[in-house]
């Protein structure tokens, strides 16, 4: 898919939503909930090559796996937490967004630790 093609797809259902909101706002939710999975679904292929790419640069550069597995873990947990806070704000509901972001953030500092720890050892290593 391209970006003329995904840009389409957002553009006609925030104007259903924009119809359908005046007279059922719950029917509108809805709406804006399954265009923004059909954009996600969309979306994985390029997902997956993305993985692959820089699975092959890792093996290239000799780069354990665990640390490419963390960084990519840590984007999936920003790119979703994310998505899940724009679909509250859209919702009206922004304290809940906030919560899913900070969540985010926690989960994301939870998984950096060992990588935080591993620069830690070797910056003391190269010190006197």
Do not use: W
Request: aromatic share 2%.
């Amino acid at each position: 898919m391209n970006i003329m093609q995904l840009t389409a797809i957002g553009l006609i259902a925030t104007l259903l939503v924009l119809i359908v909101k005046q007279q059922r706002p719950e029917i509108a939710m809805m709406i804006s909930l399954a265009a923004g999975a059909v954009l996600f679904v969309l979306l994985l292929g390029n997902i997956r090559t993305i993985v692959s790419s820089v699975e092959n640069i890792a093996k290239k550069a000799n780069l354990t796996s665990i640390h490419i597995t963390t960084v990519l873990k840590v984007l999936g947990i920003a790119y979703i937490s994310e998505f899940g806070s724009q679909i509250c704000k859209d919702s009206g509901e922004s304290a809940i967004a906030s919560k899913i972001e900070l969540s985010g953030k926690i989960l994301i500092m939870v998984l950096a630790l060992p990588i935080i720890s591993t620069l830690m050892e070797t910056i003391l290593s190269i010190l006197p």
